[in-house]
């Protein structure tokens, strides 16, 4: 059994580090379940850190990951690729399991800085790394379910980001920053 994680966790992390791609992982949709499973735990405890309610962040995380299944299956769909759609939602929803994990400890230090009084800047310039990785990996991981061009990929990204992000502002609107708003 921990061996079988551990394969599967470093089949991600070499994902991660554009060796692998979707291509390289089953296609299984009990293994989709359980990664989209795992995800949806995971993203579900972050707004928890926040303090939004609990049933915010589970109907939060059920939109967000409608919205990737939807835009992937589409994309697929679309371009005569639907045979790779069960790899290529496994490598997203593991790699945002990752990045999720990785996450976690980022925003916590913040909390306790911002409790602190203290404003260094590093969980932030952490985060753009992060989330500037994590965009990476996506367009690699598009760029092989498409077989096309990383740049494909990287505008397919930024394409499923902003939809992601219109519609998740659209149905949870985020209230802006004080500094902003004065």
């Not at 394969?7 to 992390?13: P, R």
């Not at 962040?57 to 759609?85: D, H, K, N, P, W």
């Not at 990287?154 to 902003?162: D, K, S």
Request: aromatic fraction near 14%; charged fraction near 10%; proline fraction near 4%.
């Amino acid at each position: 059994m921990l061996q079988t994680l551990y394969v599967i966790a470093h089949t991600f992390f070499k994902i991660c580090r554009l060796e692998l791609g979707p291509q390289d992982l089953p296609s299984s949709r009990a293994f989709l379940l359980l990664v989209t499973a795992t995800y949806m735990c995971i993203s579900t405890i972050i707004p928890i850190i926040f303090e939004i309610p609990i049933l915010k962040a589970i109907l939060q995380t059920f939109v967000e990951v409608g919205i990737t299944f939807f835009l992937t299956f589409s994309l697929l769909y679309m371009t005569g690729f639907y045979a790779r759609t069960l790899q290529t939602l496994t490598a997203i929803m593991g790699i945002d399991v990752f990045f999720h994990l990785i996450a976690i400890p980022i925003l916590i230090l913040e909390l306790y800085f911002k409790s602190a009084g203290i404003d260094i800047g590093l969980t932030q310039i952490l985060a753009i790394l992060l989330v500037s990785w994590n965009l990476t990996i996506y367009a690699h991981i598009l760029r092989h379910a498409l077989s096309t061009e990383f740049f494909v990929g990287f505008v397919i990204t930024f394409i499923y980001l902003l939809v992601t992000i219109i519609i998740l502002q659209t149905l949870f609107p985020t209230p802006l920053p004080e500094v902003i708003t004065q």
